[in-house]
């Protein structure tokens, strides 16, 4: 009997889980992206009224406790001139970063794009008077990036009713599902109506939000744009893939589809004074360890005011698009490879090949793997453009492949074992 292939795919999507794998897709692929934290914190940039506020600047009005009568004050001096989205996105595109998120709108409550809901967005109550969130749709559109938005659902320290601000509002008589349901929800439908398809939500910090409300933001999410992901900080343990704690690396293969969210130096929103930034090893290191894992590296900046990406941020940047330019085979598309918990090695593995990740190169080249030896029928360097075979020797323990004593690559060389067919 002829299969009905319409149909079946019909019934496929039925499942929530062939929809959810369906939507996962793209991001499963991608495993590295852009997070960009901007808002009007990045105008006091971590100094208020003379002193330094610690912690991470996005964090400031809190953290100062700032009154939303003064902090409100920032928007009349937000002018960023400088924004170019159409460097911002090729920069992501340079770092070989396949999907952008960027915040909406963070805890401060100042919606950075047009919405009906309130005045206190970028577009009416700032000179800048441009929505910026219009102008990187356009520009993810025009160079195939994914656009991705951050919104924090639950805290809101502007907003009367959302959670939070204790120094302005009475947290015990505020009307949390009114700020949900009248507030939060138009403002999610707005994000998915006005800018084109959007690659994912990204929600934060859900605390007190009920069962019933992650799940009503969930199925919102998924009506309105059906192949929309939505990331776990939806809270309840709802949404498409699981989020690691910030800067946070599990120590092994993690069985659910996850993310780890990571700072460049110590902070989201911009700080004038943190300049501890990583260094490009340690960077690319990083995102080898979570793609060995099977993660996603969400990897922020942090722009000024004007709208410029910090320098120290685009080198790094720009360093990890050099290496992944010649070693993105091992990492885009790749799945956990056999190898795991040996030191110097990390590993990815894609079809019939499996991506070595030597972190610290043998001084004699002779790079030992506990792999049967006739289960690999030939190796070389990922970074060899002649792709010459390595001798590969059968051990005790299982193979040697005998590769040069002088490192490929200085930071992470890339030894390509092709399994045998019948391995
Ligand atoms: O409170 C936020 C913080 O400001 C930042 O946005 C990070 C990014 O993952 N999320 C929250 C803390 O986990």
């Not at 934060?204 to 900080?233: E, F, I, M």
């Not at 800067?247 to 989201?268: F, K, L, M, Q, S």
Request: charged share 25%; glycine share 8%; aromatic share 10%.
């Amino acid at each position: 009997m002829a299969h009905d292939d319409g149909a079946i795919r019909e019934a496929m999507w039925q499942r929530p889980e062939a929809r959810r794998d369906a939507r996962l897709e793209w991001w499963r692929a991608a495993r590295f992206g852009m997070f960009i934290h901007w808002g009007l914190y990045a105008i006091p940039a971590g100094q208020w009224k003379g002193q330094t506020i610690p912690g991470i600047g996005e964090w400031i009005m809190h953290r100062a406790r700032i009154p939303v009568a003064e902090y409100e004050k920032l928007a009349e001096q937000f002018n960023p001139t400088q924004f170019d989205p159409a460097a911002w996105v090729s920069l992501a595109k340079r770092a070989g970063q396949k999907y952008l998120v960027i915040t909406a709108k963070h805890h401060d409550g100042f919606c950075m794009f047009d919405t009906e809901l309130t005045s206190y967005n970028i577009v009416d109550a700032t000179p800048f008077g441009r929505d910026p969130m219009k102008e990187l749709a356009a520009e993810c559109a025009r160079q195939g990036v994914r656009l991705c938005f951050y919104y924090s659902q639950t805290q809101d320290w502007h907003h009367p009713n959302g959670d939070g601000n204790d120094w302005d509002y009475d947290e015990a008589t505020k009307d949390f599902d009114g700020y949900i349901e009248e507030y939060v929800k138009p403002q999610v439908r707005e994000l998915l109506t006005n800018y084109g398809p959007i690659g994912l939500i990204w929600f934060d910090t859900p605390k007190r939000l009920s069962v019933a409300q992650s799940r009503s933001l969930l199925d919102l999410v998924h009506t309105l744009q059906p192949a929309c992901l939505v990331n776990g900080r939806l809270g309840n343990a709802l949404g498409d893939y699981a989020e690691a704690g910030d800067n946070r690396i599990p120590d092994g293969v993690v069985d659910v589809d996850w993310e780890t969210p990571a700072t460049i130096n110590d902070t989201w929103g911009f700080r004038s004074d943190d300049h501890n930034w990583k260094s490009v090893p340690e960077l690319i290191h990083k995102l080898v360890d979570i793609t060995s894992k099977g993660g996603n590296y969400l990897l922020n900046v942090g722009p000024t005011a004007e709208g410029v990406i910090p320098q120290p941020s685009v080198e790094r940047l720009v360093a990890m698009g050099e290496w992944l330019q010649v070693n993105g085979e091992s990492i885009y598309g790749t799945c956990p490879g056999p190898i795991q918990g040996l030191a110097p090695y990390r590993s990815t593995a894609k079809d019939d090949r499996v991506y070595l990740h030597v972190l610290d190169w043998p001084r004699d080249g002779r790079i030992a793997v506990p792999l049967p030896a006739d289960s690999i029928s030939r190796a070389y360097v990922l970074a060899d453009p002649s792709q010459a075979s390595l001798s590969v020797q059968a051990t005790s323990e299982g193979l040697t492949v005998a590769a040069p004593a002088t490192p490929p690559d200085a930071i992470d060389s890339v030894v390509v074992l092709v399994r045998s067919g019948d391995a």
